[in-house]
């Protein structure tokens, strides 16, 4: 096959969403409550008092995820030679106005007989999808570690508004397209020739979900600890 041209690409513009937290901060600190004494448990068993541990902050923060959806398609053609037994006595065959003469071959236990063979093109395609979720460090995470909820109809507004506290991706966020472009975009090696081509993303997006951090501190040792509540979800997350 001739080189092959470079792979079509549609890849769509990023957005930047932003989840609205589902959940409200009297639940968060009620949640905080129930935790707060297991914090500091220690040997499993040494408890402290409930009134010996306080909050001392309610934080909340954004955790950046890279989500990337994509599918690959290509049609392609490649020859094939067909072979096919004929009548001894056949001295040429015609199929579509084109003369075939058979030739004899000897098979693997010394027999012989006639054949022709046809070179034909067998038109194929292939497809291929990928849905990749990666976390603030690149790394992938399974789609249900990332829960969906409303989205803030102000995205670029909000992050401005929390500065720091939106969490910042420590890769390109080009990586994801990256990574399932090299999962999903594969040639088959024996085409001859690609009729159509294409590797598309139609969805490329940077999603930044609600975190409450919760500070505690054993006012009896000054030790002081923190959980991470999910602000869609209300879940415990760390």
Do not use: W
Request: hydrophobic residues 35%; positive net charge; proline residues 7%.
């Amino acid at each position: 096959m001739a080189e092959a041209p470079e792979v079509t690409e549609r890849i769509a513009r990023r957005k930047v969403i932003v989840y609205r937290s589902r959940v409200d901060p009297t639940i968060v600190k009620l949640t905080a409550e129930k935790m707060k004494s297991r914090l500091f448990v220690k040997f499993g068993f040494s408890k402290p008092k409930p009134e010996e541990i306080r909050v001392v902050s309610v934080d909340k923060y954004y955790e950046p995820y890279i989500l990337v959806d994509a599918n690959y398609n290509i049609d392609y053609h490649k020859t094939k030679v067909y072979t096919l037994d004929v009548d001894d006595g056949t001295e040429e065959v015609r199929i579509l106005g084109k003369t075939f003469e058979p030739e004899t071959v000897v098979g693997p236990t010394g027999e012989s007989r006639k054949v022709i063979r046809l070179e034909a093109e067998e038109c194929l395609s292939y497809e291929d999808k990928a849905y990749i979720i990666l976390d603030r460090t690149g790394r992938e995470i399974p789609p249900d570690q990332v829960p969906s909820a409303p989205s803030e109809d102000h995205p670029q507004k909000i992050l401005k508004e929390v500065g720091k506290k939106a969490g910042k991706l420590k890769f390109s966020p080009r990586k994801g397209v990256e990574i399932v472009k090299a999962r999903v975009v594969k040639r088959p090696p024996d085409a001859d020739k690609i009729e159509n081509e294409l590797f598309q993303i139609s969805e490329h997006a940077v999603i930044y979900s609600p975190i409450y951090e919760i500070t505690f501190r054993n006012v009896k040792t000054g030790e002081e600890k923190s959980i991470k509540i999910d602000g869609v979800t209300a879940k415990i997350v760390s």
